[in-house]
T-cell receptor
Framework: AQKITQTQPGMFVQEKEAVTLDCTYD???????LFWYKQPSSGEMIFLIY??????QNATEGRYSLNFQKARKSANLVISASQLGDSAMYFC????????????FGKGTMLLVSP | EPEVTQTPSHQVTQMGQEVILRCVPI?????FYWYRQILGQKVEFLVS????????KSEIFDDQFSVERPDGSNFTLKIRSTKLEDSAMYFC?????????????FGQGTRLTVV
């Protein structure tokens, strides 16, 4: 079974609008962390936001927020006021408490922001 | 701001040749990782390294792969006899600790092309 599922291969949004990128996860650990990374066309992986399994509040970092629904095992990324520079691939990833906490990535969602 | 640096940014090699990919993790970090991303696919875990030894490795990390921390700063990935299917972007990452809430910082990646 997939540990991280991103069901949207591609998303389109107009500049200045908000967009939600979906992520569901599967783990039996009680303690885990969820991460979102952005990968622009240049290829680097840029950390965006983190949500811990025990965090009661949804994480926010500037225009990024995480809609964390633990019972549904979902951790959707919300980007508010989209900018052209937000066009990139977005990966959801998880670190579990077991092992040495390696990151498991989803397949990613390509976001295109249009003027 | 401290960052993970990888060299070279691009490497083209002939099938059967050995390649060494180099990484300089962030200086106070203790956990080091290699990931790879085949073009258009998700990021896959290869190996984690802690306390001068491999702590975890994936099925991809077979006998053709090895990692080393030859001095206090470098962390290398060696592929002994490259195959066409080794063509991918290789990312080095490091984190301060191994807990689930610890962010992993990624380098810019090395794009390896095997011809």
């Amino acid at each position: 079974a997939q540990k991280i599922t991103q069901t949207q291969p591609g998303m389109f949004v107009q500049e200045k609008e908000a967009v939600t990128l979906d992520c569901t996860y599967d783990t039996s650990d009680q303690s885990y962390g969820l991460f979102w990374y952005k990968q622009p066309s240049s290829g680097e992986m840029i950390f965006l936001i983190y949500q811990g399994s025990y965090d009661e509040q949804n994480a926010t970092e500037g225009r990024y927020s995480l809609n964390f629904q633990k019972a549904r095992k979902s951790a959707n990324l919300v980007i508010s006021a989209s900018q052209l520079g937000d066009s990139a691939m977005y990966f959801c990833a998880m670190r579990e408490n077991s092992g040495y906490s390696t990151l498991t990535f989803g397949k990613g969602t390509m976001l295109l922001v249009s003027p | 701001e401290p960052e993970v640096t990888q060299t070279p940014s691009h490497q083209v090699t002939q099938m059967g040749q050995e390649v060494i990919l180099r990484c300089v993790p962030i200086s106070n970090h203790l956990y080091f990782y290699w990931y790879r991303q085949i073009l258009g696919q998700k990021v896959e875990f290869l190996v984690s390294f802690y306390n001068n030894e491999i702590s975890e490795k994936s099925e991809i990390f077979d006998d053709q792969f090895s990692v080393e921390r030859p001095d206090g700063s470098n962390f290398t990935l060696k592929i002994r006899s490259t195959k066409l299917e080794d063509s991918a972007m290789y990312f080095c990452a490091s984190s301060e600790m191994g807990q689930v809430n610890t962010e992993a910082f990624f380098g810019q990646g090395t794009r390896l092309t095997v011809v």
